[in-house]
């Protein structure tokens, strides 16, 4: 029964995410597959907690319990440190929306973002998470994952997000092989109009772990700025991180 009970109430906070971030009691039983009797029940355990937070307009959010506990994964608390100073440095220097990101699942997790000036739409925000092969960052992370990782992409994780994203698999795995020899991966209004970027590896003891973005409205004339800068960057990381880093799950499963 215990871990029954588990499973369901899992399941309960496995149905937040970027595009779910409010929910209705409804809408969390539809995502769950649980009866709304059973969500009720569980959800009012779960606030009790401290795990999710009803708001007055009767909506669900994820409490901030579950954010406390997120900040002891050590992994990614130590590769956000470490990374902070350098995204700054990046922005100082450029002006842009710079990102840290790692990999998750088919997913690319943002763990810091620092905002630009400049007038480019955004839709990442720090804990988000968004698909692999529309975003600079998650092309990076994607050309560096595991075979099974790209397969599964390739094969039913390319959705058309604008009329600019790559679908087609054949194209996608080209990049892939483009971005492992240059060193480097970019994005032409992929993720949102208005918005392109670029993303380089961070390499630690032969693991790629993460991966540094910038995110700008045109990459004409600045791209091979941009793309030293990171370099620079994600190299003065991974000496700092090294040798005693324990990479992110996230980044390697």
Known sequence: MAATVSSKLLSLLGTFDSRHRRQTLSGIARRSGLPISTTHRLLAEL???GAVRRLDSGEYVIGRRIWRLGLLAAGEVELSRV?????HDIHAATRAVVHLAVREGTEVL?????????SVPIVSTT???????????GKVLLAHAPKEVQEEVLTHGLTRITAFTVTEPGR???QLHRIRRD??????????LGACSVGVP??????VVAALGIVVPDLRNVRARLVAALQVAARGIARMLEPSFHPPEAGLG
């Open 47 to 49: 606030a009790e907690w």
């Open 83 to 87: 990374a902070e100073p350098f995204l």
């Open 110 to 118: 943002y763990l810091d973002r620092v905002s630009g000036h400049a």
């Open 127 to 137: 804990g988000s998470r968004l698909p692999l092969h529309a975003t600079g960052v």
């Open 172 to 174: 996608m795995r080209a």
């Open 183 to 192: 060193g480097y991966a970019q994005t032409f209004e992929e993720m949102t």
């Open 202 to 207: 961070v390499e630690v003891d032969g693991h």
